[in-house]
């Protein structure tokens, strides 16, 4: 459809980029297309299209493309990367800003990404730092909107993807977070569907700036997005 908004979504093997493609099935506002290094399991009806590429030939999809709007949900753990700083840089850093460049150079207008609670230059932390370099290092390159997203421990179902510590803080979040409140509601536990919700919502909005979102955020803006079911 001509009026449909066109997203092409980067990290579609993700647990946020599953959540993205499922919440556009049936959807005829917008027309997804996506990019991966390797095949991903697609939701049942949807519509898309899904380009399996080497990251060296990503740029060239951008250009083929040529979206309005991105969302990045790139992004590995500490221990797929085999604990290597050169490794984990590699996906989260690297190739994030790989393909952000490639999106601004195809005339991109809206770029969202999905980063991490805590993320900052300063933090000790070596995820949360690199989060942070990346965060500012998309801020460079001046998209007309840019959105970032902190959400804090995504709730959602990974095949074999959870370490144990990850997987006794989802149990325990609702809990937890019942006790997170003032400024450290933005660490509670926030479902994927709900910032998969919120990116789509995002990339609709034309308003040009850049934007930090937390999880209170991040679900104010999942509402804004229009049900199927309306109008």
Known sequence: MSDAL??????????????????CVGREDMRLSAIARREAQL???????????????????????????????????????????????A??????LSVAEAAKAQGVERFVHVSSVGAAIASKNFYLKVKGEVERDLT????????????GLLRGKRDNDRRPGE??????????????????????????????????ALARRAARGRFIHDNDAIMRAAKTL??????
């Open 6 to 23: 066109r997203i092409l979504l980067v990290g579609a093997t993700g647990l946020i980029g599953g959540k993205v493609m499922e919440a």
């Open 43 to 89: 939701p049942k009806g949807i519509r898309m299209e899904l380009f399996v590429a080497e990251p060296a030939k990503w740029g060239e999809v951008v250009e083929a493309i040529k979206p309005k709007a991105m969302i990045c949900a790139l992004g590995t753990t500490w221990k797929k990367s085999g604990e290597d700083e050169a490794a984990f840089r």
């Open 91 to 96: 996906i989260d850093q690297d190739l994030v």
């Open 140 to 151: 460079k390159l001046r998209f007309d909107r840019l959105d970032i997203l902190r959400p």
């Open 167 to 200: 997987r006794i803080g989802i149990a325990a979040a609702p809990f937890v977070n019942l006790m997170l409140h003032g400024g450290f509601r933005q660490y509670r536990a926030i479902r994927a569907e709900t910032v998969a919700d919120a990116a789509l």
């Open 226 to 231: 229009p049900r199927l079911d309306e109008g």
